[in-house]
T-cell receptor, first 114, second 109 residues
Framework: NAGVTQTPKFQVLKTGQSMTLQCAQD?????MSWYRQDPGMGLRLIHYSVGAGITDQGEVPNGYNVSRSTTEDFPLRLLSAAPSQTSVYFC?????????????FGPGTRLLVL | DAKTTQPTSMDCAEGRAANLPCNHSTISGNEYVYWYRQIHSQGPQYIIH???NNETNEMASLIITEDRKSSTLILPHATLRDTAVYYC??????????FGSGTRLQVQP
């Protein structure tokens, strides 16, 4: 299994540009989520999904859209990039069910917005 | 979810046991204690979790006090590769993990 994969690894955007961060998992996990991590900080939840066709907002959803058309993929869209969105973005997945929340994280996408 | 309190940083000599404390005095009866770590800028990695009993796996041991208000993660023989930020998280029934600032463990040669 490849686990959780993210592309691209690094991206530079200009203010106002849009882009999609890709996330895929091959573990048949129902639950997927996106976090952002600013320098020296912990991770903050952006959006999450408990299954195909179901998404919900996390702690910091503004400026981001998500969709979940398949179990495997959970892309994160930046609608109009701002310098405040410069961060490292992590995607995670887990089995949806009991309270044992063992999550698997991807390697991250480093985003710089100029 | 209950909040956790961890020391900002700790040092440990290579080959010695690393004991990382965590306070979670407001933990609810159905909340688990989870430990994750983040090495440099990689994605967080699951280490161990527990509810009431002490737990051990190939990576670490988790000791939870009887009143469940605190816990300790033990890395029995720390190596340089264990240098990382360690996050103690408590939660139940939800998929989102609330990460605090964690403890930065530096293993010294």
């Amino acid at each position: 299994n490849a686990g959780v994969t993210q592309t691209p690894k690094f991206q530079v955007l200009k203010t106002g540009q849009s882009m999609t961060l890709q996330c895929a998992q091959d573990m048949n996990h129902e639950y997927m989520s996106w976090y952002r991590q600013d320098p020296g900080m912990g991770l903050r939840l952006i959006h999450y999904s408990v299954g195909a066709g179901i998404t919900d907002q996390g702690e910091v959803p503004n400026g981001y859209n998500v969709s979940r058309s398949t179990t495997e993929d959970f892309p994160l869209r930046l609608l109009s990039a701002a310098p405040s969105q410069t961060s490292v973005y992590f995607c995670a997945s887990s089995v949806f069910g009991l309270a044992q929340e063992t999550q698997y994280f991807g390697p991250g996408t480093r985003l710089l917005v100029l | 979810d209950a909040k956790t309190t961890q020391p900002t940083s700790m040092d440990c000599a290579e080959g010695r046991a690393a004991n990382l404390p965590c306070n979670h005095s407001t933990i609810s009866g159905n909340e688990y204690v989870y430990w994750y770590r983040q090495i440099h800028s990689q994605g967080p990695q699951y280490i161990i979790h527990g509810l009431k009993n002490n737990e051990t796996n190939e990576m670490a041991s988790l000791i939870i006090t009887e009143d469940r208000k605190s816990s300790t993660l033990i890395l029995p023989h720390a190596t340089l590769r264990d240098t990382a930020v360690y996050y103690c998280i408590v939660g139940a029934g939800r998929r989102a993990l609330t990460f605090g600032s964690g403890t930065r463990l530096q293993v010294q040669p």
